[in-house]
């Protein structure tokens, strides 16, 4: 064991996946870094976790008193919300709204053209379990009528006698005085102890009455699942720490007594376990966002700061935009069939990971995914009782991975793989080849579809982009996706089935804080304002205090949500720091013209009649974290000297193809495919016509070779 003197200190980053967990480890002084995969354990994501966790420490020979800092990307909220398992879950609001979940928003996917009909999504609480208590505040904030405590008390006793244990509180114009909805919930402490309560002013300050419903009801539905798997894997942490002989306390931050362990939240930062609690609905969207933050830091320094990312894992593949090397952000995001109006990186999700199941439609037609045979069973190359073709098995069978994954830790069986595409094949009266084929190609235009969706509907040109791609399934159909899209090239980076887990590492905390403030621009009052900005900053302030960042270390961004007067959305703008003043109420309206124009393609900026119309007011409170260093790695000797032999794979056809260790390439090595390149975490097939090439940083940059 090492001693007081001589421990080093790592920081480790670990993405739950459906099908693998992937982990990375640094050292915060030398830069040393080490990564590694486990397979998923979805019965206890805790297991695989902690599996993670040594299996990294023994790659480096450490032990756990050397573990500083713990970062964790967790789809514990998003499957509990993509799954449909919310349950038991109750809803209060003002008397005369109960029927808000059912009003809902005239909003029609995918325009009228594409629907015949369309019903709106299940309520998430069923109305038998939605109660009003009387009491009104008006817009302003002013009480119309005063909160009903006996009301309130019998409420709670309701729900209690029912036994629902989970609750959400969200009152009319709350957002602008939560009085009402903090004596609600001092009612339910009194006379329902046991219940799990969010408000909607503490979950989502802001107004549309439906948006901030829902909201915070995904909030209570996710807090007790939550707060159980950070306690659990906290508890973990704690026991490995003192198994290795540290006492409680020693790892000279006082802020905590055990390991400090960070979630990751949709936002792009990462909050600790202590606050992430309070604050369930923030990781809703995590593990995507991590990859997105490590995909924009490899790429920003690989020279292409515009690019899309695509991340393949085992059950989806999640895409995303990144501009001047920020991942886009949203307000207007969902999580399966829910709203949540908090701000995530803008995701857009395809059911194309490895594990997506091919099948035949009603009609006869070949059909690829959202079902996934996932970790548990898994694609039948597994041979763990899968017993439906996957889009893995469709590579196996294809040569286009290696007869095995991890570097042979989990065998892949090739006559397994066949058996289950032959019949499909049979079924639809194809060549093996051609169906396998088939499956691969319908996937990759599914994932060609959710990359239009993040750029095309966003008013971007698809093809003014390079495309990053990682997780272990994401490189795997980047040539194909090159062809479709017309992409300007890919750039896979080093370990891409680890990004997430380095992204992890890349983030600082974030928290963020809002609160609607409506007033058209030539009425704003600067002392108003400025009161709002700093009631928000102290907030943010005193949340990273907690997180113990020292006061010269704290950092505050603020921002606002403007439109044009009468528009029903706004566009988010930067406000600069400094005392607000007429000036820069300026200066933020010219920039709204700017960003309105670059969005919608036109602008009012010179027309009178059109005023400006500010809506939310925004503080975000950052607090710095060290990130790892992207380095150069050394020169190559020619790519030759990291082939490994060849197997038959197929494209067009089947033929020889050259194998490599992409571990043994080195800056400037060029290859020609048809190709294969293998690694630990990933593969990454080269379509004849294509040409790779090893750039400084270690990352592959695949093009069209007559590009």
């Known amino acids: 064991m090492t001693t007081q003197q001589d421990r080093r200190s790592i920081r480790i980053g670990i993405d739950t996946g459906g099908t693998f967990t992937d982990v990375v480890a640094v050292d915060e002084h030398s830069g040393e870094m080490a990564t590694t995969k486990t397979p998923s354990t979805p019965h206890d994501p805790a297991v695989g976790f902690m599996a993670g966790v040594h299996k ?46 059912e009003i809902a928003r005239q909003s029609v996917p995918d325009g009228y053209g594409n629907s015949y009909f369309w019903v709106k999504p299940d309520r998430i609480v069923p109305a038998h379990r939605v109660k009003t208590v009387p009491g009104r505040l008006s817009v302003t904030g002013a009480e119309v009528r005063p909160f009903d405590e006996d009301a309130a008390a019998q409420v709670a006793r309701w729900f209690k006698a029912q036994g629902i244990n989970t609750i959400g509180v969200c009152f009319l114009h709350s957002y602008a005085d939560d009085t009402h909805e903090i004596a609600m919930r001092d009612v339910l402490a009194r006379e329902h102890p046991d219940a799990t ?35 659990n894997i906290a508890s973990h942490l704690d026991a490995l720490s003192q198994a290795s002989g540290v006492p409680v306390g020693s790892q000279g931050d006082a802020r905590r007594s055990t390991v400090p362990f960070y979630v990751m939240k949709s936002n792009g930062g990462v909050l600790s376990a202590e606050e992430v609690v309070h604050q369930p609905i923030t990781t809703v969207l995590s593990g995507p966002a991590a990859g997105a933050l490590g995909a924009a830091v490899v790429a920003e320094k690989a020279g292409f700061p515009q690019v899309v990312t695509c991340d393949g894992g085992g059950t989806s593949t999640d895409v995303t935009v990144v501009i001047d090397g920020h991942p886009a952000l949203t307000t207007e995001g ?38 996934s045979a996932g970790a548990d069973p898994g694609p039948m190359c597994y041979r763990a009782g899968g017993s439906e073709p996957t889009i893995t098995d469709a590579h196996v069978l294809l040569g286009r991975i290696p007869p095995h994954l991890l ?3 989990v065998p892949l069986d090739v006559d397994a793989a066949r058996v289950g595409l032959e019949k499909l094949a049979a079924d639809l009266n194809l060549s093996l080849e051609a169906c396998a084929t088939g499956v691969l190609e319908i996937s990759a235009w599914n994932q060609a579809n959710a990359l239009r969706q993040i750029t095309v509907n966003r008013g971007l040109d698809v093809r003014d982009f390079t495309m990053v791609t990682f997780g272990g399934s994401g490189s795997l159909l980047a040539c194909r996706l090159v062809d479709i899209l017309g992409l300007e090239g890919v750039l896979v980076p080093m370990n891409p089935g680890n990004l ?48 113990g960042f020292p006061e010269g ?21 930067d406000v600069p720091g400094g005392p607000t003043t007429d000036d820069l109420f300026a200066g933020v309206a010219a920039t709204f013209h700017d960003e309105h124009k670059a969005l919608y393609g036109y602008d009012f900026r010179d027309d009178a009649r059109q005023e400006v119309e500010w809506v939310n007011l925004r503080v975000t409170g950052v607090g710095p974290i060290r990130k790892p260093e992207v380095r150069e790695v050394a020169a190559g000797n ?16 089947w033929a020889d193809t050259p194998v490599y260790d992409r571990a043994r390439l080195g800056a400037g090595d060029t290859v020609a495919g048809p190709a294969v390149f293998e690694e630990f ?27």
């Open 638 to 653: 020619g790519a030759e000297s990291a082939r490994t032999g060849t197997r038959q794979v197929y494209f067009d056809d």
């Open 553 to 573: 270390e704290r950092q505050f961004v603020r921002t606002a949500d403007i439109r044009y007067y009468g528009q029903a959305y706004e566009v988010r703008v």
């Open 197 to 231: 309560v969010s408000i909607s002013s503490e979950v989502l300050r802001e107004y549309r009455e439906y948006e901030r419903s829902v909201t915070t009801l995904v909030d209570a539905a996710v807090k007790p699942n939550i707060r159980r798997y950070v306690e």
């Open 56 to 101: 990294v420490l023994d790659t480096l020979g450490l032990g756990g008193d050397s573990v500083s800092a713990v970062s964790h990307g967790t789809t514990v909220a998003t499957n509990k919300l993509l799954e449909g398992k919310v349950e038991n879950l109750g809803f209060i609001t003002t008397e005369g709204y109960e029927f808000v979940l």
């Open 334 to 371: 969902h999580v399966g069939a829910y709203p949540s109006k908090i701000p995530m990186i803008d995701v857009v999700t395809v059911g194309a990971g490895g594990g997506s199941i091919a099948w035949i439609s009603p009609e006869g037609t070949l059909k690829v995914g959202p079902q």
């Open 407 to 409: 570097g042979g830790e």
């Open 500 to 547: 997430s887990a380095y992204g992890l590492l890349t983030v600082d905390v974030r928290n963020d804080y809002v609160q609607t403030n409506v007033c058209r621009a030539s009425a704003l009052d600067t002392a108003t304002v400025q009161g709002v900005f700093d009631d928000l900053a102290g907030k943010a302030d005193a949340a990273l205090a907690r997180e």
């Open 681 to 707: 975490s990933s593969t990454v097939p080269l379509h004849p016509g294509f040409t790779a090439r090893v750039d400084a940083f270690g990352n592959l940059i695949i093009g069209r070779a007559s590009s």
